[in-house]
């Protein structure tokens, strides 16, 4: 049985910093693309930011290059997304998601995450609150 659990969100000011972890157990863990998207209040989901396990190819939003960074506890089977300098428009709920990477590099990643239904399975979804 697959299960992903996140943890890490919370309530912080506007410049603040705030770490999301995913463990995932019972995949291949090695073989998966990992990462989370988020979705605010009335806004569509956003593909933030994921990682390609076997050759560390990564994808960051827009909105969130140079402050968001990811990276792989692989003896724990877990994935880290560092927020910092967060503002109010990164306010959302955070979901971490995996697919099945069966193509490396970061042209692949940026098609996989454009493809929701790729990603089988999913953490339990984390708030994140950026306010003064």
């Known amino acids: 049985e697959v299960q992903v659990v996140e943890s890490g969100g919370g309530l912080v000011q506007p410049g603040g910093s705030l770490r999301l972890s995913c463990a995932a157990s019972?995949?291949?863990?090695?073989?998966?693309?990992i990462g989370w998207f988020r979705q605010a209040p009335g806004k569509e989901r956003e593909g933030v930011s994921f990682?390609?396990?076997?050759?560390?190819?990564?994808y960051f939003a827009d909105s969130v290059k140079g402050r968001f960074t990811i990276s792989i506890d692989d003896a724990q089977n877990t994935v880290y997304l560092q927020m910092d300098s967060l503002k109010p428009e990164d306010t959302a709920i955070y979901y971490c998601?995996?697919?099945?990477?069966?193509?490396?590099?970061?042209?692949?990643?940026?098609?996989?995450?454009?493809?929701?239904?790729?990603?089988?399975?999913w953490g339990q979804g984390t708030q994140v609150t950026v306010s003064s």
């Open positions: 990682i390609i396990n076997s050759d560390r190819s990564t």
């Open positions: 998601a995996l697919a099945y990477a069966y193509y490396t590099g970061s042209d692949y990643l940026a098609a996989l995450i454009r493809t929701p239904g790729e990603f089988r399975s």
């Open positions: 019972g995949l291949a863990f090695d073989r998966y693309a």
